[in-house]
Each structure stands twice: as C-alpha cells, then as structure tokens.
C-alpha cells in the first residue's frame, strides 16, 4: 500500500494525504482509521486524531492498539486523564501489551513519579515470554532507579532477540548509551549512539536564504498585523536539547503563567499560503484561531502562555503579524553540548537532522542565521536566554527573565521541578530536578569522536554563544 510505504519511509506528509485518501474510500474500516490516526498524532493534528481513533475503537471495541494510540492523541491533545483511561482499557483487554505497557511507565516517568511506574509494573507482575516493549519498560524503570546492571540486562534481551523489529532495537540502542553515558563509559556510549542513529532515515537541513527571500523585509512591509491585541503569547526559539523544555517549565510554575507546550498550529499557518497572500482578513483569521487554542489549551487563569514548537526560526515572520504583542525567548546552549545532546536523544520519527553530526551542525548554523536575521528585521520584543549563564545564576536570570515578560516575580519558579505536570518532550526528566550544572561541557567527554560536528559547526565550534542574557527595563 503506498501509504504504508510512505509512513516507513518517514514521509509524513503523503502518508496523510494518501491515508486520507483511502478512508474516504472505505469509510468503516478501522484498520484505516488507526493508521490515520497514528499520523495525525505524529503530524501535530491531535484532536482529529481523537475523533478519528474514536470512530476506530467503536469498530473495534476489545481492540489494544487501538486504544494505545488513542491515549497517545489524548497525551498529544493534553489530556492525561483520557489518556490514562485509554490505556487501561488496552490492559483491560491485553493485561501484558507491551506498548501499553511502555507508554504507562513512559508516562508515570515524564510526570516525575518513578515511585508510580515502580507499582505499575509490580501490578503488572511476571509476564511469560515479554515482548520488547515490556522488557524497555523495565529497562527504563531500572535506568531512573540507577539499578544500570538490570537495565543492561533489560536492553541486552532486546538487541539478542533476532524477532525483535528493528525499531525496538535503536531504541534499545539509545538506552544502552545512556547507561553507560552514566558509568562513564563514554567510549561505549558513543558507540550505541552512533549504531542507534545509523538505523534511522536521515533527514534536511533548514535553508535560510529561501526563509529570508519568502519573508523579506518588502514581504514583511506588505503583511498587516492583526487588529486582535493579546499580551499572553510567548514564543521560545531554540534548537532541540537548548533549554527550551527548562524555560518552558520556569514560566508556567509562575502563578500567571501557562503553556500549550509544542502546538503545531503557528507552523501549519505557514504553510497554509505564501507570505504575500496574507491580508488583514487572513491575517486577523489566524489570530482569532491560535488564541481560541490558547484558551482551549490554556484557560482564562495565564496571563503568559509559552508555545515552543518546534522549527520556530522558520515562523517568526508569520508570527510578528499575527500575534503584534507576543514576546520571543530565544535558547542558546553551547554548540557542541546542545549537538551533542541531541544526538544522544531518540526522537523518534522527529527532529531527523539529529541522527547525523555533520547535519547538526549545519541545522545549528542554519537556526543562528534565522535567529540573527529576524532579530535585525522583525520589532518584536526578544529575550535571549543562555542555559549556561541560567545554571551559574539561577535566580538571577529567572527574575530577568519573569522581568521581560512584565510579571512579578514569584518563588515558585524556582521551584518548577517540584511540579507533578505531565512533561511531554524528550526533557522530561531533565526538568525533574533543580537547575544543575553536570551537563556543562559535556562534549568534553566525547571530544575525540565529534571531528565532524565541530567542522560543520564552523564560526560556532567554539561554543560562542551571546554577550549576555540578562533582561533589564531599561535593556
């Protein structure tokens, strides 16, 4: 089936299209609404995959995958509640799916109770025969509770089982380089990380000379801005593993702050017209849409709701019109850590350039010259956050930072890895725990393996990062 083929080639975009196509043709087939679904949670569409899914499970009533994907659109959608009731119907039927199993412990960790997947799992009980699913639900459990020889043993099942697919495999690869990233095996480490990214689909580099011409400043001049004012939105730029997830969560611990976590929908208005199509209807459209998902999303309580989708250096243009009050962070890490880390994290069928050094650098170069060009051309408020310079000063830079956004400050945001919120980026456990410094020139250890991160990085091999990152009223 082309769709089919479509998805395993990690083309998102025809697989959508052609899955569409083919539930138009066969309306009742639930087959083809789980499928749909599953692209649609993965594409950024979460509550069409919810009514999808939904349809499914009704074809489908004792159906466990079914049910796993539909808790997935919930999470994606931000219902924590449905997507927990979605899983235990799944287990319900199937008391050792492994999918459901892994994505009950997945969650239990990401909202930081370990505590909680710890029960999960001995409720589970013995299950003869696990599948790999089960097994890398045990290995992360033992991986958070620093137990490395069990999780070792865990992952070690998965790569010697010839039955196991090969997608388990790289996520078992992944896992192992984490471990012995831990044991300060780092040698190690960098192998499984290199095998875990080698089994992946490479993907493309931004290009930001086309970004520039699409969005020039005669382009620009020609946009009108919204005529809807609203103060609330905050938009955080920044490459993966940049402290986008940190920032994140320091903002919506303030009592009047929120977030919508990574919502797709400013990118999909971008590629809905071409930037000299927008006029002030369109333009003024798109405001009423995004802010109706941030009430949605966000409730009437925020006075600051954070969005950090990703691929935001491509959207800032889109955004200065449509949203003329919103406020930018923009996450810098050093070049080589924040690479580095993203190399080392399984995103799945997301962030593609990461599974390659020498793209990492480009796609960092390629988000500096974004950054730099809007911050020359667009007049919004920008505040330039530094992870280094966050970590040395905690509290400095968080009163800095609450400062630009125009609300008091509050304790609580120092606090943010006290929350028991659901954390649903590869971040997750990072947030967990006070601002620590450990993953500072972490590259260090991996120097004599990233010759080709470092060439492709160029002028930022170095790890030049900004002059500083403190906001003042006067700044």
Partial sequence: MQAKSALDRENLGSALVLYRKALSMDKNN??????????????????????????????????????????????????????????????????????????????????????????????????????????????????????????????????????????????????????????????????????????????????????????????????????????????????????????????????????????????????RTLATNLDQERIDAYAEEYLGELDRQAGEVPQRVVDKHMGTEKSLGLISR????????????DPRDCCLSAFFQNFGTNVQFSRDLTQLGEQYVAHRTMMEYW?????????????????????????????FLGLEFDDSCLKFHESKEHVHTASATQVRKPVYQSRRQRWKNYEGHIGALLEALGPYADGVLAEQSVWSPES
């Avoid at 400043?217 to 919204?226: A, M, N, Q, W, Y």
């Avoid at 449509?322 to 890490?333: F, T």
């Fill in 30 to 271: 639930p087959r083809l609404m789980l499928r749909l679904g599953q692209v649609l949670v993965v594409t950024g569409f979460p509550d069409e995959a919810v009514e999808v899914l939904k349809k499914a499970a009704k074809k489908r009533a004792n159906h466990p995958e079914t049910m796993v994907v539909l808790a997935q659109a919930h999470l994606a959608a931000g219902d924590i509640p449905a997507m927990h009731a979605a899983l235990e119907r799944a287990l319900l039927q199937d008391p050792g799916h492994g999918a459901a199993i892994m994505a009950m412990v997945k969650s239990h960790i990401d909202s930081g109770s370990v505590e909680l997947a710890v029960e999960f799992l001995d409720r589970v009980g013995e299950i003869h025969n696990p599948d790999a699913l089960v097994l890398m639900a045990r290995g992360k459990v033992a991986r958070e509770l620093k137990e490395f020889d069990q999780a070792i043993k865990n992952f070690e099942l998965i790569l010697e089982n010839p039955d196991f697919v090969e997608r388990f495999k790289r996520s078992a690869r992944f896992e192992m380089g984490a471990v012995h990233d831990s044991l300060q095996d780092f040698d190690r480490a960098f192998e499984f990380y290199v095998q875990a990214n080698g089994g992946h689909i490479h993907g493309n580099v931004a290009h930001p000379e086309s970004i520039q011409s699409a969005w020039s400043g005669e382009v620009l001049d020609g946009i009108p801005r919204s005529t809807i004012r609203d103060e609330r939105p905050v938009i955080i730029a920044g490459m993966p593993r940049s402290g986008t997830t940190l920032t994140e969560q320091i903002i919506n611990a303030h009592p009047l702050g929120g977030t919508v976590g990574e919502c797709p929908l400013l990118m999909q208005m971008v590629s």
């Fill in 322 to 333: 449509v949203l003329p009050e919103v406020r930018v962070i923009h996450a810098l890490r």
């Fill in 375 to 403: 911050m020359e051309t667009l007049d919004i408020p920008v505040f330039t956050n530094v992870y280094e310079e966050f970590v040395s000063d905690a509290e400095l830079h968080t009163r800095s930072m609450i400062g």
